[in-house]
């Protein structure tokens, strides 16, 4: 059996739990949902089970939960994927110390060091909340003034951005991807971008 944990920022325009279920219903494959909340890690309500995380609450309790679970089933994606995704500190380390391509970026607690980065980077860069997801709290900046979050910062060198890519990938192998459109900085569903299927660009398959 699969069960389903909802994804807890779904909104009508953008509902990628209903996306999973129908595609399972397609498909002739049963599931049920699975509300995390009513979960005693000490005593599993499911064991040897799929359990499907289309997204958890960032609350201190449900990644918790989580790994309670994968103690007796197969969690998808796994705690240790949703972890390292999760951080964008942790995301960006693992992307260098592979060599793949990706904006320079400066994760720092001194104001100072934030100034020179925006310094050696045409007066501008991109501030990105570490654990921020569906584009939230986004946004391009020029001098370290303008930051008003308390540290640690994590920015980014801007790039060029008129799109943004989602590849999905099972195991090692690049399976779809969508674009991202939208007239502003952030081309997130949530922030009102336009997403699309594309073939998969041969250089993000690799
Ligand atoms: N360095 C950058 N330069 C220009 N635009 C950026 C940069 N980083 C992010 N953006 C814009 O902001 C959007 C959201 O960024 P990002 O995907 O890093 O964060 P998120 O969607 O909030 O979190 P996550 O993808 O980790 O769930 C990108 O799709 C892109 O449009
Ligand atoms: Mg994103």
Redesign the pocket.
Known sequence: MIYIIPKPTDTPGDNSTSMVMDALTKMGEPYKVLDLSSVDPFNLPVTDATIWACGIKQDGVQFELLQALELENRVINSTKAIAA?AS?VVTTARLFNIGAPS?ATCFTNDRKVLQKFVDEHDGRA?Y?PVY?????G?YMFHSADEVKEEPPFYV????K?DR?FRIFVIGNKAVGAIQRVSDH????IHQGGCGTAIEIPKEMAE
């Open positions: 995704c964008k904006p991109v990105k921020g997801f569906d584009g939230n986004i980014q060198e801007c790039v951005n943004d900085l952030t081309h997130n």
